[in-house]
């Protein structure tokens, strides 16, 4: 089945610092990736959509310079989370749909659990 | 309203029991529906997908969707313990590269022994 990875699982950080997550898909090309957030109990939030080659659609509320997307190749999207606070702490989950699949079926990554300090 | 709704539970059923899981939408224009799995502390798990009206088997898993009704539902037969998690019901909007999910806040089942 299709796989996506995703680097760091865990990232523990000073407050001020950047951490930047990489997302991969292994087995299938992936035009479009996706970044979630996930805070304690909650459902997933859709922070934005990263295009191939293009600049990524953030969704309202979501500040584009502080969640830098890059999505330089059809399997590597990377998520730049730049001088983070502890309010960024949070379940950071990514998803990739697949370019060839039936009806755009996305799928996740494992996530990446970061705490800022 | 929310676009995509779901009864939060927890959903309580005893092991080997049939768990319904139930989701509705607001966008009557919605093609594609998802059934996600996610355990404490991990990422979403597809589990089914549905596009056509009626039910789709897949072993102890059967989605149903009603587009007149924008209603679908999850049924889990001969529930384990290991079924409880918290299901999520995800709609597709949108087309082409601007497609995107929404996902409801989820249904947690707890299956007891």
């Known amino acids: 089945g299709a796989v996506v990875s995703q680097h760091p699982s865990r990232v523990i950080c000073k407050s001020g610092t950047s951490v930047k997550i990489e997302c991969r898909s292994l087995?299938?090309?992936?035009?479009?990736m996706f970044w979630y957030r996930q805070f304690p109990k909650q459902s997933l939030m859709l922070m934005a959509t990263?295009?191939?080659?293009?600049?990524?659609?953030?969704e309202q509320g979501v500040e584009k310079d502080k969640f830098l997307i890059n999505h330089a190749s059809l399997t590597l999207s990377t998520l730049t989370v730049t001088s983070a606070h502890p309010e960024d702490s949070s379940f950071y989950i990514c998803?990739?749909?697949?370019?060839?699949?039936?009806?755009?079926?996305?799928?996740f990554g494992p996530g990446t659990r970061l705490t800022v300090l | 309203q929310k676009e995509v709704e779901q009864n939060s539970g927890p959903l309580s059923v005893p092991e080997g029991a049939i768990a319904s899981l139930n989701c509705t939408y607001s966008?009557?224009?919605?093609?594609?529906f998802f059934w996600y799995r996610q355990y404490s502390g991990k990422s979403p798990e597809l589990i089914m997908s549905i596009y056509s009206n009626g039910d789709k088997e897949d072993g102890r898993f059967t989605a149903q969707l009603n587009k007149a009704s924008q209603y679908v539902s999850l049924l889990i037969r001969d529930s384990q313990p290991s079924d409880s998690a918290t299901y999520l019901c995800?709609?597709?909007?949108?087309?082409?590269?601007?497609?995107?999910?929404?996902f409801g806040t989820g249904t947690r089942l707890q299956v007891t022994l």
């Open positions: 966008d009557r224009v919605s093609q594609s």
């Open positions: 990263s295009n191939e080659g293009s600049k990524a659609t953030y």
């Open positions: 087995d299938f090309q992936a035009t479009t």
């Open positions: 998803s990739a749909r697949d370019d060839l699949g039936v009806f755009d079926t996305q799928y």
């Open positions: 995800a709609v597709k909007g949108g087309t082409g590269t601007a497609s995107k999910l929404t």
